[in-house]
């Protein structure tokens, strides 16, 4: 244990230090305060035991000093009967114990360093339980966002799921007719899916599912969200956006898919892998998420009943409108 011994006589901090050393500790003396937060700032020390009158700094001001520096320092106040009442003072700013000058029985240093140690101990036990909670607590919260996540994703690709898609189009309508903003739901489908499926097996559909979520990610802004909806369904739900960008998002999706060197592709009934995409927007008269959806989902069987791998914006219950 390394000890600092400060005391203006001679005398005392020799005994001091010579009865401390005699236990195995390191022992550094120092003849007055400055020297004391001199050495304690080169090498911090576990305990202190300190005059309390001494020249240039007194016991109190050198205890707030090392408490600054560290406050798990143990601190002992040397002190006379006289200032018995001024290592009371110390003990409620910080100081962990005082023994009276001059020594009755030299066992009381000895017994003031193993009660500062003993406390010591407790404090580090303590901060390792502290410590070990708080790395528990950061692993539970951690656990804690992969089950949240867990929750709200799809397994096979990674977007959100069906159920976190319904859910944030509720909040996002009743927010956007809340504050009179536009909103647009992209429903997406990925043509002849079935065909693909049959031909080449489940496996390599769903190698096709995953490499279209990527290709649709890159595809939508970070205010998108994207889900996957069902099957070879998809959602995206763009905040913020009225029908003529909603489209253009829509034809930037559909044109990235089709650019796509998809394996296989060449052997689909339009010899490539593409989408037909619905579009509606809240402006269109819709007084519900639910009413919005149906417009979406509506627009892309129009899509898909006129030839699929194209864009369809519907603007109201009878209005379909292929983009160009």
Request: charge should be negative; proline fraction near 2%; aromatic fraction near 8%.
């Amino acid at each position: 244990m390394n000890i600092l011994i400060v005391d203006d006589e001679t005398a005392i901090r020799e005994l001091v230090g010579e009865i401390l050393a005699g236990e195995g500790h390191e022992v550094t003396l120092a003849e007055d305060g400055e020297d004391a937060l001199k050495k304690f700032k080169r090498t911090w020390h576990e305990i202190v035991f300190s005059d309390f009158r001494m020249p240039k700094m007194n016991g109190i001001e050198l205890l707030g000093a090392i408490k600054e520096i560290n406050e798990n320092t143990q601190f002992v106040i040397m002190t006379s009967h006289a200032s018995i009442n001024n290592s009371i003072d110390a003990l409620k700013l910080g100081a962990f114990d005082y023994i009276l000058k001059p020594f009755d029985d030299l066992d009381v240093v000895t017994d003031a360093a193993n009660r500062a140690i003993a406390n010591l101990s407790g404090i580090r036990r303590r901060q390792d339980l502290v410590n070990t909670l708080a790395r528990k607590n950061q692993d539970l919260e951690s656990l804690n966002k992969e089950f949240r996540e867990l929750a709200i994703r799809d397994g096979l690709t990674g977007l959100f799921n069906y159920r976190y898609a319904q859910e944030r189009l509720e909040e996002e309508f009743d927010r956007a007719t809340r504050f009179e903003r536009d909103l647009s739901v992209l429903f997406i489908d990925l043509d002849h899916f079935k065909f693909f499926n049959d031909a080449h097996g489940h496996q390599a559909g769903d190698e096709i599912l995953q490499i279209l979520s990527g290709i649709m990610t890159k595809a939508v802004r970070e205010s998108d969200t994207l889900a996957r909806w069902g099957g070879e369904e998809f959602i995206v739900i763009a905040l913020e956006t009225a029908r003529e960008d909603a489209c253009r998002l829509a034809e930037r999706i559909r044109m990235s898919v089709i650019e796509y060197p998809f394996p296989n592709a060449e052997q689909q009934p339009l010899g490539l892998i593409s989408l037909s995409i619905g579009v509606a927007s809240r402006s269109d008269g819709t007084d519900s998420y639910e009413k919005l959806l149906r417009l979406a989902d509506d627009a892309v069987y129009s899509a898909k009943d006129t030839g699929r791998n194209r864009t369809v914006f519907c603007g109201g219950p009878k209005q379909m409108n292929p983009v160009k």
